[in-house]
């Protein structure tokens, strides 16, 4: 089956960690995206991708990172820098500016 | 001015009623237009696309006025299943980005 996998379901982070979401498609598309989401509130974008090894900011990208090695994986790391990281985060991908994008089931981030 | 704007709601109608919700957006160079809904505590999921003649599908119908930079989308014969956020969603200025409203709350309710 074609989809986006995002993993884990749920992560803790402790004071002064970094940790890193996995996002995995196999639906051949170029572009990807991170959002987060907070509650009653709508999605704002991180940073997204349009190619392989290419990558830009998004709205709030302050304390993320990301690496796009690879079409299929588009990991994002949650750094100490993001004092506020409790968040759903989700992971979408589509195949170009015409098409809607596709999430995936989403990670849920909190602060031990 | 929020780029993409919803009345937040919720709604809450019976079964078998008819309810609409308007998205309006500020970037009039926008050409894509989606409807997303939303479970709680899941992902967004495609409901439809929007298309400048209007478009339905089933029970949802789809409509886009450019002149006045708004949404709307129609649900009719509201079924219990229907109960979810409703996004909108529209392309900015830019290649890829989307914008996304924060939502509106449906409750269909017996």
């Known amino acids: 089956d074609g989809g986006i996998t995002q993993s884990p379901k749920y992560l803790f982070r402790k004071e002064g960690q970094n940790v890193t979401l996995s996002c995995e498609q196999n639906l051949n598309h170029d572009a990807m995206y991170w959002y987060r989401q907070d509650p009653g509130q709508g999605l704002r974008l991180i940073y997204y991708?349009?190619?392989?090894?290419?990558?830009q900011k998004g709205d709030i990208a302050e304390g993320y990172s990301v690496s796009r090695e690879k079409k299929e994986s588009f990991p994002l790391t949650v750094t100490s820098a993001q004092k506020n990281p409790t968040a759903f985060y989700l992971c979408a991908s589509r195949l170009d500016r015409a098409q809607p994008q596709h999430f995936g089931d989403g990670t849920r981030l909190s602060i031990l | 001015r929020k780029e993409v704007e919803q009345d937040p709601g919720p709604f809450n109608v019976p079964e078998g009623a008819t309810v609409a919700f308007n998205c309006t957006y500020s970037n009039s160079a926008s050409q894509s237009f989606f409807w997303y809904r939303q479970d709680c505590r899941k992902e967004p999921k495609l409901l439809m696309s929007v298309y400048s003649s209007g478009n339905e599908d089933g029970r949802f119908t789809a409509q886009l006025n450019r002149a006045s930079q708004y949404i709307s989308l129609l649900i009719r014969d509201s079924k219990l299943s229907d109960s979810a956020t409703y996004l909108c969603v529209v392309t900015a200025g830019g290649y890829n980005k989307l914008i996304f409203g924060a939502g509106t709350r449906l409750a269909v309710h017996p």
């Open positions: 991708s349009q190619i392989v090894n290419d990558f």
